[in-house]
C-alpha cells in the first residue's frame, strides 16, 4: 500500500515531466493513467508542461501522520532513483532529500524518534558521512506552547517578530489535541524570519544570567514551535499519509469543537478531517494520496466531503475493503487507498481497483499484479446519483439512466401498502382455517 501511494504520486509527479521507462518499470505498483478524451488529454498536457522544469531538489514530499516513519523511508528509496536519473550522486543526493524534499510530523514523541532513526539510516545507506554532517532531518514530534513565558521574547528585539512569536504561542497551545490539522494561518516569510532569529539566538553567548534563562526557554520551547510551524505553513507537491480513525464519539470536548468549527464537512471522523487537512496542505496541481477508512465513499454524513473531492482529479484508487492488513481481523476496519491531483478536469476518466472481494493481503496484492477487477468511472457522474456515491462499478447505461431519466420521488412517494406485522400469527392455509 506504501509502496502503491508513493510511486503513483511521487512517482507519477516526475514521470509526467521526465518520462523514464527503465525508472517505471521498477515500480510495479504504478498504474498507467486510464485513456482520456482528446479534450481532456490537452488539458493534462497543459498543466504537465509545469513539471518538465522541476528540479529533484525542487519537490516537497511531506506526511503529516508519520508513524514510525514507513512512507518517507520509501519516498527516500523513490526520490533517490529520481536523483540517479538526473545525474546525481547517492551520497549528494542523500544529503539534497534530508534537506530540500523530505518531511514529516506526528504527534507522540516514541513515533518520531523511530521515524527519525529509520530516515537518517536510510540516508546513511546511500552516504556513510550523513550523521558527521551538518544535514538537517526534517522530521519533527509536534510540541505545545504551554507554560512558555513571553518575557522570553525580550531577546527577539524586533516588535513584528515578537508578534508573530505570540500568534504561534497561541496556535500551539494544547498542540497534541489536535496534530497536524492545526493551521497557521501565518505568512511563511514571517515565519522564515522568526525562525532566522531563534537560530541566531540559540548560538549566541549571553553573558547576562536573565538572558542566558531567556535563551533557554526559547531553545526548549519556541525553536521545535518555528519548526513545526514551518512545516504547517508551506505547501507540498505531494502529501501521502495514513492518518488516524477517531470517530466524533472517542474525541475530547477541545478536539471536537475544533473539528466542527473548521472542518464541519468531515467532522464524522478525524480521519476524514485528514482528507481535507492533506488537501490544504498541496500545492495547486500537487498529489495527495492516502489509506482512510472507505465510509467517506458512500456515508450521506459525507456528502459534502465527497462534493469537495469532485472539485479535484482522482487519478486512482485501490479499493481495498475489509482484510487489507491481515493482523486486523474481522470486518471492521475497510479501507481505500486514492490518488488525488489538486485541479478539476470535469470529464477525466479515472481508474479503480476493486479487491474488496478478497479475503487476505496476499490475495489482494496478488489480484493487482496480475490486473484483475479494473474499473473506469469519470467521478463526475457519481454527482448524477443521489447523495453522490463513489460508485464506481456501476455500468455506463446505469449512470445514463439517473441522468436521463427521473426520480420516482417527483411523481409520488413510495409506501409498502397492507401488512399483518406478524405472518405467522394473522395468515393461514385455506385448509388451516376453521
Given at each position: 500500500?506504501?509502496?502503491?501511494?508513493?510511486?503513483?504520486?511521487?512517482?507519477?509527479?516526475?514521470?509526467?515531466?521526465?518520462?523514464?521507462?527503465?525508472?517505471?518499470?521498477?515500480?510495479?505498483?504504478?498504474?498507467?493513467?486510464?485513456?482520456?478524451?482528446?479534450?481532456?488529454?490537452?488539458?493534462?498536457?497543459?498543466?504537465?508542461?509545469?513539471?518538465?522544469?522541476?528540479?529533484?531538489?525542487?519537490?516537497?514530499?511531506?506526511?503529516?501522520?508519520?508513524?514510525?516513519?514507513?512512507?518517507?523511508?520509501?519516498?527516500?528509496?523513490?526520490?533517490?532513483?529520481?536523483?540517479?536519473?538526473?545525474?546525481?550522486?547517492?551520497?549528494?543526493?542523500?544529503?539534497?532529500?534530508?534537506?530540500?524534499?523530505?518531511?514529516?510530523?506526528?504527534?507522540?514523541?516514541?513515533?518520531?524518534?523511530?521515524?527519525?532513526?529509520?530516515?537518517?539510516?536510510?540516508?546513511?545507506?546511500?552516504?556513510?558521512?550523513?550523521?558527521?554532517?551538518?544535514?538537517?532531518?526534517?522530521?519533527?514530534?509536534?510540541?505545545?506552547?504551554?507554560?512558555?513565558?513571553?518575557?522570553?521574547?525580550?531577546?527577539?528585539?524586533?516588535?513584528?517578530?515578537?508578534?508573530?512569536?505570540?500568534?504561534?504561542?497561541?496556535?500551539?497551545?494544547?498542540?497534541?489535541?489536535?496534530?497536524?490539522?492545526?493551521?497557521?494561518?501565518?505568512?511563511?516569510?514571517?515565519?522564515?524570519?522568526?525562525?532566522?532569529?531563534?537560530?541566531?539566538?540559540?548560538?549566541?553567548?549571553?553573558?547576562?544570567?536573565?538572558?542566558?534563562?531567556?535563551?533557554?526557554?526559547?531553545?526548549?520551547?519556541?525553536?521545535?514551535?518555528?519548526?513545526?510551524?514551518?512545516?504547517?505553513?508551506?505547501?507540498?507537491?505531494?502529501?501521502?499519509?495514513?492518518?488516524?480513525?477517531?470517530?466524533?464519539?472517542?474525541?475530547?470536548?477541545?478536539?471536537?469543537?475544533?473539528?466542527?468549527?473548521?472542518?464541519?464537512?468531515?467532522?464524522?471522523?478525524?480521519?476524514?478531517?485528514?482528507?481535507?487537512?492533506?488537501?490544504?496542505?498541496?500545492?495547486?496541481?500537487?498529489?495527495?494520496?492516502?489509506?482512510?477508512?472507505?465510509?467517506?465513499?458512500?456515508?450521506?454524513?459525507?456528502?459534502?466531503?465527497?462534493?469537495?473531492?469532485?472539485?479535484?482529479?482522482?487519478?486512482?484508487?485501490?479499493?481495498?475493503?475489509?482484510?487489507?492488513?491481515?493482523?486486523?481481523?474481522?470486518?471492521?476496519?475497510?479501507?481505500?487507498?486514492?490518488?488525488?491531483?489538486?485541479?478539476?478536469?470535469?470529464?477525466?476518466?479515472?481508474?479503480?481497483?476493486?479487491?474488496?472481494?478478497?479475503?487476505?493481503?496476499?490475495?489482494?496484492?496478488?489480484?493487482?499484479?496480475?490486473?484483475?477487477?479494473?474499473?473506469?468511472?469519470?467521478?463526475?457522474?457519481?454527482?448524477?446519483?443521489?447523495?453522490?456515491?463513489?460508485?464506481?462499478?456501476?455500468?455506463?447505461?446505469?449512470?445514463?439512466?439517473?441522468?436521463?431519466?427521473?426520480m420516482l420521488s417527483l411523481y409520488g412517494d413510495t409506501k409498502k401498502g397492507l401488512s399483518t406485522s406478524d405472518n405467522n400469527r394473522f395468515i393461514r392455509l385455506w385448509h388451516e382455517v376453521n
Open positions: 500500500i506504501v509502496r502503491y501511494m508513493v510511486e503513483n504520486s511521487l512517482g507519477r509527479l516526475w514521470l509526467e515531466g521526465h518520462p523514464n521507462d527503465s525508472l517505471k518499470s521498477g515500480w510495479k505498483y504504478y498504474l498507467d493513467e486510464a485513456k482520456q478524451e482528446p479534450e481532456v488529454q490537452a488539458q493534462l498536457d497543459k498543466i504537465r508542461e509545469e513539471y518538465k522544469t522541476i528540479k529533484p531538489e525542487d519537490i516537497k514530499v511531506i506526511d503529516p501522520c508519520m508513524g514510525s516513519g514507513h512512507i518517507l523511508v520509501y519516498a527516500f528509496d523513490v526520490l533517490m532513483q529520481i536523483y540517479e536519473t538526473a545525474g546525481y550522486s547517492q551520497r549528494d543526493a542523500a544529503k539534497s532529500i534530508l534537506e530540500h524534499n523530505l518531511y514529516g510530523l506526528d504527534i507522540d514523541d516514541r513515533a518520531f524518534q523511530l521515524a527519525y532513526f529509520a530516515v537518517m539510516m536510510k540516508a546513511r545507506q546511500y552516504n556513510r558521512f550523513i550523521l558527521n554532517s551538518d544535514a538537517v532531518c526534517h522530521v519533527y514530534s509536534i510540541q505545545e506552547s504551554n507554560g512558555f513565558n513571553p518575557d522570553y521574547l525580550k531577546l527577539l528585539g524586533d516588535d513584528n517578530l515578537k508578534a508573530t512569536a505570540e500568534k504561534l504561542i497561541t496556535i500551539f497551545t494544547d498542540a497534541k489535541e489536535y496534530g497536524s490539522i492545526l493551521s497557521v494561518d501565518i505568512p511563511l516569510p514571517e515565519l522564515e524570519a522568526l525562525q532566522q532569529r531563534v537560530d541566531e539566538i540559540s548560538k549566541t553567548q549571553y553573558d547576562n544570567f536573565f538572558d542566558s534563562a531567556r535563551q533557554s526557554g526559547i531553545v526548549t520551547l519556541l525553536v521545535p514551535v518555528v519548526q513545526q510551524a514551518v512545516l504547517l505553513a508551506q505547501k507540498y507537491d505531494v502529501v501521502v499519509t495514513n492518518p488516524p480513525y477517531m470517530g466524533s464519539n472517542g474525541m475530547g470536548a477541545k478536539l471536537s469543537e475544533y473539528v466542527k468549527k473548521n472542518y464541519p464537512d468531515s467532522k464524522s471522523d478525524l480521519f476524514a478531517v485528514m482528507i481535507e487537512k492533506c488537501g490544504e496542505l498541496t500545492k495547486p496541481n500537487g498529489y495527495q494520496a492516502m489509506i482512510t477508512q472507505h465510509a467517506w465513499m458512500f456515508l450521506t454524513s459525507f456528502e459534502k466531503l465527497r462534493e469537495k473531492l469532485m472539485l479535484k482529479t482522482t487519478i486512482n484508487m485501490v479499493h481495498l475493503g475489509a482484510r487489507a492488513f491481515d493482523e486486523i481481523g474481522g470486518e471492521v476496519v475497510q479501507t481505500t487507498s486514492f490518488i488525488l491531483q489538486k485541479y478539476h478536469i470535469e470529464d477525466f476518466n479515472g481508474e479503480f481497483v476493486r479487491l474488496i472481494d478478497y479475503p487476505s493481503e496476499n490475495e489482494k496484492k496478488a489480484a493487482f499484479l496480475q490486473g484483475k477487477e479494473r474499473y473506469y468511472a469519470k467521478p463526475s457522474a457519481f454527482s448524477q446519483i443521489p447523495s453522490k456515491p463513489y460508485a464506481y462499478w456501476l455500468s455506463q447505461r446505469i449512470f445514463a439512466i439517473f441522468k436521463e431519466e427521473k
